[in-house]
């Protein structure tokens, strides 16, 4: 080894650092961290509600129900991925399922095209296609108090017989055929005795319920004065413009959501590309929807109520507007805080004064056009947009989940605004689940900024309370995220009840920690004063635990992490300074012992049976302060020492333990308090030991993939440990093998393009 003054003709190994900005002082250390968490539970705060949390990737098969630690307690898998999806009180849930696109006869962003019931075990119950040449089933569907599913469908129109409802023929789009879509909706009873299909039991069609100013021979028609004069009427010639719109055009209004109020009997719809809110009344007939009388209202299925966008009525110019390709407008439910008022996620992609940012609106409807302002969440500055898809829902502790779809994004507000919960789904396209570290690949979705392929429509959370959990076993499994079936985390040892605390995962959460007490052996002997370390001593590739006696010169080994010592290795000539050491120093079998003597400067090495395995070697004059380290640093198999200086933050790292200098790796961190103890571990399972510092006073651990000096690859979190506790890097059990990167394949079999778009366009979602 050397110091940081050893003569110039001592060579160490060449430093390959790369190049990077001056950093100065802890602050600026930690503002460089790239953190290595990308999914799972980043925050889990007491204020949080507690419950499941149901969610799906839209481009993936399954469905996932989670506690509040991630952990899954029940999943759902079918042939497809799906918009909305909803947890029924019987258990069973309510899916619905985006086909392939041979499935389809037509579609847009957006389309399903069956609408599935699957029971609590993962075994369907009922199933409705419809993917025809006249309807097409698309974003969402919900259940009625009385069994019957009320569904959103496409209804196509030729040509002709959109020009034969009043269309401008300018406003069609060549490149759908000059195609209007109409939106119907549709409840459906459910044929549950033969397990699929259905009878559409009353009928809602947009195209009944038209004005239109371009062609005066039309029964529709009205002077262009007098759009404005019929809000309850939906004018056939508006087509949006600017950023956000579609350019399919066909789907000219494209539904996004649908909710439903058994007190009132009405139904909520969000029209995207309206960008407005529209209330209708479902207690009519379906002759009595067709039209304009009829139900409590006496309006039939004229619109009760529109909000959102007044230049769709010509009530208004832009800078009015107040939603902006808004998705999920729902009814607060009964005995929630704001029962009966309404919440919508305004994705707000193109705001007036040309910004973009999202935000959850809670909304009392009064006239036309109007609503009152009750509570919100977003901001310009709050880094919160999700430009499509997303969606809310408010908690009985009055909080509000939110998905930030595109981003997959599952976060809970207080209604001051605080984070208390946060979680990033890993789940992506094509059936494949990410590992912990990797990031969700782009995607592109007609060009939509910031779209990822662990898009997901919407996330709803139940509490064990819920009619459908009641008597479930929710005992918490899994987490959903990935880990490499080899890799080292951090686990620590509390000196003062001699007590070990070992965390399979290296992201921050404590889901998966195995505590270890001392047992009624030997090891309960052992004194405060005693030192921890870790080792394979078995060769199964797994780290158990081991306490240094100095005063009686012992290794205490625990072979089956139980707090036993199954084994007692004495050193002849052992002093109460040294420090002690595991690690595999000839390549073959597991791990093996050794030591550091601070105060002689010198590493010694022995086997499991107490007999010298190699040959002691002495360092340059160091200071005691120095710290040793162990590792495989250059992934040959054979573990070699290094150690760390704490007031110069600095590490030397040898590839040989022949007391040579020949193969030295050093280089400097930056500047961080003495106070800080070195790790060492192989922490992203490329067979190579690595090093990171520990921050006694902030329980935080900072792990770097690389010994090259940067920080450009770097794992930080925090742990909750005792102020006194020594950490320690292994890998303490397997995990499971992480599914290979999203193929081309994969993902083609996931999405599909339309080619009837103007513009190349992934067929996901808006």
């Known amino acids: 080894m050397t110091t940081p003054h050893a003569p110039r003709n001592?060579?160490?190994?060449?430093?390959?650092?790369?190049?990077?900005?001056?950093?100065?002082?802890?602050?600026?250390?930690?503002?460089?961290?790239?953190?290595?968490?990308?999914?799972?539970?980043?925050?889990?705060?007491?204020?949080?509600?507690?419950?499941?949390?149901?969610?799906?990737?839209?481009?993936?098969?399954?469905?996932?129900?989670?506690?509040?630690?991630?952990?899954?307690?029940?999943?759902?898998?079918?042939?497809?991925?799906?918009?909305?999806?909803?947890?029924?009180?019987?258990?069973?849930?309510?899916?619905?399922?985006?086909?392939?696109?041979?499935?389809?006869?037509?579609?847009?962003?957006?389309?399903?095209?069956?609408?599935?019931?699957?029971?609590?075990?993962?075994?369907?119950?009922?199933?409705?296609?419809?993917?025809?040449?006249?309807?097409?089933?698309?974003?969402?569907?919900?259940?009625?108090?009385?069994?019957?599913?009320?569904?959103?469908?496409?209804?196509?129109?030729?040509?002709?017989?959109?020009?034969?409802?009043?269309?401008?023929?300018?406003?069609?789009?060549?490149?759908?055929?000059?195609?209007?879509?109409?939106?119907?909706?549709?409840?459906?009873?459910?044929?549950?005795?033969?397990?699929?299909?259905?009878?559409?039991v009353w009928e809602w069609h947009l195209t009944d319920h038209l004005v239109q100013s371009y062609d005066a021979g039309k029964p529709n028609y009205v002077k262009p004065q007098e759009i404005v004069k019929n809000p309850q009427r939906v004018n056939l010639n508006f087509v949006p413009t600017g950023i956000g719109a579609d350019t399919h055009i066909a789907d000219w209004a494209h539904f996004n959501a649908i909710a439903y109020n058994a007190k009132t009997d009405q139904i909520?719809?969000?029209?995207?590309?309206?960008?407005?809110?529209?209330?209708i009344d479902h207690s009519t007939t379906t002759a009595q929807a067709a039209g304009k009388t009829g139900g409590k209202s006496g309006k039939g299925g004229d619109l009760l109520w529109r909000y959102g966008n007044p230049q769709t009525w010509n009530a208004g110019g832009a800078s009015k507007q107040t939603l902006q390709w808004q998705h999920n407008i729902q009814w607060i439910s009964d005995g929630l805080p704001g029962a009966g008022n309404l919440l919508v996620f305004n994705n707000g992609w193109g705001r007036p004064d040309g910004s973009s940012w999202s935000s959850v609106m809670e909304i009392k409807p009064t006239t036309y056009g109007q609503a009152t302002p009750v509570w919100s969440y977003g901001s310009p500055k709050a880094g919160f947009f999700s430009p499509i898809i997303s969606g809310m829902q408010r908690q009985p502790?009055?909080?509000?989940?939110?998905?930030?779809?595109?981003?997959?994004?599952?976060?809970?507000?207080?209604?001051?605004?605080?984070?208390?919960?946060?979680?990033?789904?890993?789940?992506?396209?094509?059936?494949?689940?990410?590992?912990?570290?990797?990031?969700?690949?782009?995607?592109?979705?007609?060009?939509?900024?910031?779209?990822?392929?662990?898009?997901?429509?919407?996330?709803?959370?139940?509490?064990?309370?819920?009619?459908?959990?009641?008597?479930?076993?929710?005992?918490?499994?899994?987490?959903?995220?990935?880990?490499?079936?080899?890799?080292?985390t951090v686990g620590f040892y509390e000196p003062s009840s001699r007590s070990w605390l070992l965390n399979h995962h290296a992201d921050g959460t404590s889901t998966a920690v195995r505590k270890i007490t001392p047992g009624i052996s030997p090891q309960v002997a052992v004194s405060a004063a005693s030192l921890p370390f870790v080792g394979d001593f078995d060769g199964s590739g797994k780290k158990?635990?081991?306490?240094?006696?100095?005063?009686?010169?012992?290794?205490?080994?625990?072979?089956?992490?139980?707090?036993?010592a199954d084994s007692i290795v004495t050193i002849p000539g052992a002093k109460p300074w040294w420090q002690p050491l595991a690690g595999n120093?000839?390549?073959?079998?597991?791990?093996?012992?050794?030591?550091?003597?601070?105060?002689?400067?010198?590493?010694?090495?022995?086997?499991?049976?107490?007999?010298?395995?190699?040959?002691?070697?002495?360092?340059?004059?160091?200071?005691?302060?120095?710290?040793?380290?162990?590792?495989?640093?250059?992934?040959?198999?054979?573990?070699t020492v290094g150690l760390y200086d704490p007031l110069a933050y600095t590490f030397y790292l040898n590839d040989k333990i022949d007391g040579s200098i020949t193969s030295l790796t050093t280089f400097k961190t930056p500047k961080v308090p003495a106070t800080w103890l070195p790790i060492a571990g192989d922490w992203n399972g490329d067979k190579k030991t690595t090093v990171g510092l520990y921050d006694p006073a902030a329980r935080t651990v900072y792990l770097n993939n690389r010994i090259d000096g940067s920080i450009t690859n770097m794992i930080t979190y925090t742990l909750p440990v005792g102020p006194t506790a020594i950490p320690v890097g292994g890998n303490w059990g397997s995990?499971?093998?992480?599914?290979?990167?999203?193929?081309?394949?994969?993902?083609?079999?996931?999405?599909?393009?339309?080619?009837?778009?103007?513009?190349?366009s992934l067929n996901v979602v808006k």
């Open 397 to 488: 502790n009055g909080n509000t989940l939110i998905c930030e779809g595109v981003k997959g994004n599952l976060f809970e507000v207080t209604p001051a605004g605080k984070v208390v919960w946060r979680y990033v789904n890993p789940d992506i396209a094509g059936g494949n689940t990410l590992a912990q570290g990797a990031s969700a690949p782009a995607l592109n979705v007609s060009g939509t900024p910031g779209v990822y392929t662990n898009l997901t429509f919407r996330a709803l959370k139940y509490t064990a309370s819920y009619p459908g959990l009641a008597g479930r076993s929710l005992t918490p499994g899994k987490l959903i995220e990935k880990y490499p079936t080899f890799h080292d």
């Open 10 to 200: 001592l060579r160490s190994k060449p430093l390959r650092r790369r190049a990077r900005g001056t950093l100065a002082g802890i602050e600026s250390l930690e503002t460089r961290l790239a953190l290595a968490q990308t999914m799972g539970v980043f925050v889990n705060a007491p204020e949080a509600q507690q419950g499941y949390t149901l969610f799906n990737a839209t481009l993936n098969p399954t469905t996932h129900l989670i506690d509040n630690n991630g952990q899954e307690v029940r999943a759902w898998t079918s042939t497809g991925g799906t918009t909305s999806v909803y947890l029924l009180e019987g258990g069973s849930i309510l899916r619905n399922t985006i086909l392939a696109p041979p499935q389809r006869a037509f579609g847009s962003n957006g389309s399903t095209g069956k609408i599935e019931i699957i029971d609590w075990n993962n075994k369907p119950v009922w199933s409705y296609t419809l993917a025809d040449a006249k309807y097409q089933l698309h974003h969402d569907s919900i259940l009625l108090p009385n069994g019957n599913i009320l569904a959103i469908a496409w209804e196509r129109f030729s040509r002709a017989e959109a020009i034969a409802l009043g269309r401008d023929p300018a406003k069609l789009n060549p490149a759908t055929n000059s195609e209007l879509w109409g939106e119907a909706i549709l409840e459906i009873k459910p044929d549950l005795a033969k397990g699929s299909g259905g009878t559409i």
């Open 544 to 564: 158990t635990t081991g306490v240094y006696d100095g005063a009686a010169g012992t290794f205490r080994l625990d072979f089956n992490n139980d707090g036993v």
């Open 585 to 639: 120093w000839d390549g073959v079998g597991g791990d093996e012992l050794g030591i550091y003597d601070s105060r002689a400067h010198t590493f010694r090495f022995y086997t499991l049976q107490g007999t010298l395995a190699a040959p002691a070697f002495v360092t340059p004059a160091l200071p005691a302060t120095w710290r040793p380290l162990v590792g495989d640093w250059n992934g040959d198999g054979k573990f």
């Open 735 to 760: 995990f499971p093998q992480p599914k290979a990167p999203i193929s081309p394949a994969l993902l083609a079999a996931a999405v599909s393009f339309d080619s009837s778009k103007p513009r190349t």
């Open 268 to 279: 909520l719809l969000s029209s995207r590309e309206f960008s407005e809110v529209w209330l």
